[in-house]
């Protein structure tokens, strides 16, 4: 899936993005480093894998859109 990025932070690496279809979703450091990014913006286009085994989807991934 795609989305926006609506927040980062870079001392942690964990943020939060806007799907296409308006869900927000959060993703954590370890997501964020399994790309191999170094840095995102808010407003830049992202592409995140899910696991969506559980009750809530799970970020796993976060590159380029």
Not at 30 to 53: C, E, I, M, S
Request: glycine share 16%; hydrophobic share 40%; aromatic share 4%.
């Amino acid at each position: 899936m795609q989305g926006t990025v609506a927040t980062f932070e870079g001392d942690t690496g964990a943020g939060t993005a806007v799907l296409d279809d308006g869900t927000r979703v959060a993703f954590d450091a370890a997501a964020f480093a399994a790309g191999g990014l170094r840095h995102l913006r808010p407003g830049q286009r992202v592409r995140l894998d899910t696991d969506d085994r559980g009750r809530t989807t799970r970020v796993t991934l976060v590159t380029m859109g």
